[in-house]
């Protein structure tokens, strides 16, 4: 004879069973053993009952009452389906009482006494007044900046320590960076010149048509790649690429608390990360943007042969246009670009927070302050390059 599974036994006959009076008193009678396995077919049924005689009632003094004169076991979850029925009457304004519980499960019921505790009601949060809410971004602007100025003297003053100590440096990192920064990016960078290339001729060409002077758009055009739009869109080309990823390297060595061991290990982390990091893209920068220049004067040549204008025309007009002072410029403002880009990336990767999206916010930010420092320094250098000639 195969024997049955007390659980399963035990669910064939309802523990709780609804009775209703009328709209003003209802009962449960409870009966048996009240557990995890008996109450699960019973729970929500009690539940949607009540909330249907309490409906209906439409009064607040609606009185509920438990009769567990008959319950012989009642574990957790039996005290759990009484605070749930209890939470929901008082809720309602109604009244509920348990009769005929044995007092041995007394003190398992007043453990959770009083209910409000288990069920706080949600308080809505002040909103900010205007005021507030705008000394609080002027507060986190000033930290953020007195974070930026500490970190570029901290950085400073172990650039120069390299230089001093340069058999100590981790030129490992280094390399490892330099092929992640720069020759990795040779593609996009290559992609973005050409087409920038030839939208700035075309739409140069076209205002210059009119006035009978498409020859003078290759020399315009190139003097502009080469002191301007090649090392740009380069330096925002890395930002969004390399300033990335160096935010989540070190961000997630952040978050697993790697930093705090090298600290802790008497080891500098400006010196132990960022330093190879920041040469890295002095190293690269000038050559992506030496790169991006050349891509971008080729193809502006070919879409200046649409217009009539022969290679050695566009070669002879860029020779007059273009010195070694404006491609030396150029490489100077890229150089910068390249401590911007990388120095940003490093900065937002060690202030990482804790939490999954932790690293995502940092590299978010990596990417919009190295845009921001790029435009800034961009207007400096414009600023310099206007009052020296340089």
Known sequence: MVRQDPSIQAQSAPVAVWQ?????????????????????????????????????????????????????????????????VEEAQKKAGGQFEIQGLDPKYGPLLKEFEPINQLFPTPTNKPKRSFIVSTGMATQNLLDDAYGLVSFTGHLGADLFWSLL??????????????????????????????LIGVILSFQAAIGMEQFGAVSFVGPLAALGIVREMGPLITAILLAGRSSAA???????????????????????????????????????????????????????????????VPFINFYNGMLEAVGLEDVFSGLVKATLFGVVVSAMGCLRGMQTGTGAAAVGISATRAVVSSIVMIVLVDGIFAYISYITGF
């Open 165 to 194: 100590h340069i058999k100590q440096v981790r030129w490992g990192d280094f390399v490892n960076a330099a092929v992640q920064a720069g020759i990795a990016a040779l593609p996009i960078v290559g992609l973005v010149s050409f």
């Open 246 to 308: 160096f935010a989540a390297e070190i961000g997630t060595m952040t978050v697993n608390s790697e930093v705090d061991a090298l600290i802790t290990g008497g080891l500098s982390p400006i010196r132990f990360l960022v330093v190879p990091r920041v040469l890295a893209g002095i190293l690269v920068m000038p050559i992506l943007a030496l790169f991006a220049d050349v891509v971008s004067i080729f193809a502006s040549m070919c879409t200046m042969l649409l217009y009539g």
């Open 20 to 84: 209703q009076k009328d709209s003003k008193q209802a009962q449960v009678a409870l009966s048996g053993q009240i557990n995890v396995y008996t109450l699960a077919g019973v729970w929500t049924d009690i539940i949607q009952k009540q909330a249907l005689w309490l409906e209906q009632g439409g009064s607040n003094d609606q009185s509920l009452v438990f009769d567990a004169s008959k319950v012989s076991f009642l574990d957790g979850a039996g005290i759990a389906f009484l605070i749930d």
